[in-house]
C-alpha cells in the first residue's frame, strides 16, 4: 500500500512545527513527508509502522523519524472511543537542521543521529521520560524558550547509546514512487498552488479519476472533504499572515491566503480557529502589548 503525502506547514516566523494530537485524528494514517518528525505518544498502546518496521508501542513510545520514511502509529482503543491527547510531535527540515548544526560546532556530533534516523530510532525508556516534560512545554513555548527546548530535546536524544534504528538494512524509500499516485499528486499540486482557484475537474484529471471518484477518494485519503482540506491550508496561511506586520488589512489577508470573498473567509476562520481574524489579530497584539509590560 502507497503511503500519503502530508503537507507539513511550518510557520514563517518559525523555525520548526511543534504540536500536539488526540486520537483519532485525520494524521493518523499511513503517510510521510520531506520534514524530519519526533514522535512521541502520551497514551494508548498499539501498533506502529516505520517503513518495512512493525512493533508495539506503549506510552512513552519515541521515535525519530527521516525525510520521506513511511510511519503510522494505531491505537487499540474501542470503537468510537476518543483519546484527547494521544502523541506530541515535533516536525522539522532537512535544511533547518543542516543551517543549526553549520552554525553550531557543538552539535557536529548529531549528524550520525540524522543519518540513522533516515532508518528510524525508536529511543530508549530513560531518554524519553527526560524529555516527556519538555515536549509538553515546547507545544506552548515561544521566543528564546522555544529554540532552548528544541536544542535541549535534540541533545538528550544524541546520548541515547541504547536507541535502535528500526528499518532493515536494504529498506530504501522511493519519495518519486509515493509521488506517482494520484491523491498524492493532488496534495502536492494543492500545496504549490493554495492561494490560486482549485478546479476540482483539474484536480480529478491530475489523478486520472473522475471528480465524483477523486471527491471519495480524497475523503478516505485525508477523512475530509477537499473542500474542507483546502480551507483548513488557507486559514493556518491566513495565521501566519495576520501575525506578520506586512499585511495592514484583513481584507488583504483575505485574498492574499487564497479566500475569495471576506465573509466566506470570516465564516471558516470562525469555525476552525473559534474567533474571527480580526478578535485573532487583537488577540496577539494585547498577548504582545502584555510581554512588553512585563
Same mark, same amino acid.
Given at each position: 500500500?502507497?503511503?500519503?503525502?502530508?503537507?507539513?506547514?511550518?510557520?514563517?516566523?518559525?523555525?520548526?512545527?511543534?504540536?500536539? %494530537?488526540?486520537?483519532?485524528?485525520? !494524521?493518523?494514517?499511513?503517510?510521510?513527508?520531506?520534514?524530519?518528525? &519526533?514522535?512521541?505518544?502520551?497514551?494508548?498502546?498499539?501498533?506502529?509502522? =516505520?517503513?518495512?518496521?512493525? *512493533?508495539?508501542? @506503549?506510552?512513552?513510545?519515541?521515535?525519530?523519524?527521516?525525510? /520521506?520514511?513511511?510511519? /503510522?502509529?494505531?491505537?487499540?482503543?474501542?470503537?468510537?472511543?476518543?483519546?484527547?491527547?494521544?502523541?506530541?510531535?515535533?516536525?522539522?527540515?532537512?535544511?533547518? =537542521? !543542516?543551517? !543549526?548544526?553549520?552554525?553550531?560546532?557543538?552539535?557536529?556530533?548529531?549528524?550520525?543521529?540524522?543519518?540513522?534516523?533516515?532508518?528510524?530510532?525508536?529511543?530508549?525508556?530513560?531518554?524519553?521520560?527526560?524529555?516527556?516534560?519538555?515536549?509538553?512545554?515546547?507545544? %506552548?513555548?515561544?521566543?528564546?524558550?522555544?529554540?532552548?527546548?528544541?536544542?535541549?530535546?535534540? @541533545?538528550?536524544?544524541?546520548?541515547?547509546?541504547?536507541?535502535?534504528?528500526?528499518?532493515?538494512?536494504?529498506?530504501?524509500?522511493?519519495?518519486?514512487?509515493?509521488?506517482?499516485? *494520484? =491523491?498524492?499528486?493532488? &496534495?502536492?499540486?494543492? /500545496?504549490?498552488?493554495?492561494?490560486?482557484?482549485?478546479?476540482? @475537474?483539474?484536480?480529478?484529471?491530475?489523478?486520472?479519476?473522475?471528480?465524483?471518484?477523486?471527491?471519495?477518494?480524497?475523503?478516505?485519503?485525508?477523512?475530509?472533504?477537499?473542500?474542507?482540506?483546502?480551507?483548513?491550508?488557507?486559514?493556518?496561511?491566513?495565521?501566519?499572515?495576520?501575525?506578520?506586520?506586512?499585511? *495592514?488589512?484583513?481584507?488583504?489577508?483575505?485574498?492574499?491566503?487564497?479566500?475569495?470573498?471576506?465573509?466566506?473567509?470570516?465564516?471558516?476562520?470562525?469555525?476552525?480557529?473559534?474567533?474571527?481574524?480580526?478578535?485573532?489579530?487583537?488577540?496577539?497584539?494585547?498577548?504582545?502589548?502584555?510581554?512588553?509590560?512585563?
Amino acid at each position: 500500500m502507497q503511503p500519503d503525502l502530508e503537507l507539513v506547514r511550518i510557520g514563517e516566523k518559525e523555525s520548526f512545527k511543534a504540536w500536539e %494530537h488526540g486520537y483519532p485524528f485525520h !494524521t493518523v494514517r499511513w503517510h510521510f513527508h520531506p520534514e524530519y518528525e &519526533l514522535h512521541l505518544v502520551c497514551a494508548t498502546s498499539g501498533r506502529f509502522f =516505520i517503513g518495512d518496521f512493525i *512493533g508495539q508501542f @506503549a506510552p512513552g513510545n519515541l521515535v525519530l523519524v527521516g525525510p /520521506n520514511l513511511p510511519h /503510522n502509529w494505531i491505537s487499540e482503543v474501542a470503537d468510537g472511543a476518543r483519546v484527547p491527547l494521544r502523541s506530541r510531535v515535533m516536525q522539522f527540515t532537512e535544511e533547518f =537542521i !543542516t543551517r !543549526t548544526i553549520n552554525c553550531f560546532p557543538e552539535l557536529a556530533n548529531t549528524r550520525h543521529l540524522f543519518e540513522r534516523s533516515r532508518a528510524g530510532v525508536l529511543f530508549s525508556a530513560e531518554i524519553s521520560s527526560r524529555i516527556f516534560d519538555a515536549m509538553g512545554k515546547l507545544v %506552548h513555548a515561544s521566543g528564546a524558550d522555544r529554540i532552548a527546548l528544541f536544542l535541549g530535546i535534540i @541533545a538528550e536524544l544524541d546520548k541515547d547509546r541504547a536507541a535502535q534504528t528500526l528499518t532493515s538494512q536494504h529498506y530504501l524509500p522511493d519519495p518519486s514512487g509515493f509521488m506517482s499516485t *494520484g =491523491i498524492n499528486e493532488v &496534495l502536492s499540486y494543492i /500545496n504549490d498552488n493554495l492561494t490560486e482557484v482549485l478546479d476540482e @475537474a483539474i484536480l480529478a484529471k491530475l489523478a486520472g479519476v473522475t471528480p465524483s471518484t477523486l471527491s471519495r477518494s480524497f475523503r478516505r485519503h485525508t477523512g475530509q472533504s477537499l473542500t474542507k482540506y483546502v480551507n483548513r491550508l488557507r486559514v493556518t496561511l491566513a495565521c501566519q499572515l495576520l501575525m506578520s506586520s506586512e499585511f *495592514g488589512s484583513v481584507t488583504e489577508v483575505c485574498f492574499a491566503s487564497g479566500f475569495n470573498n471576506v465573509s466566506n473567509f470570516n465564516r471558516q476562520f470562525l469555525a476552525l480557529r473559534g474567533v474571527t481574524p480580526t478578535q485573532f489579530r487583537r488577540l496577539l497584539l494585547e498577548n504582545k502589548s502584555f510581554g512588553e509590560a512585563a
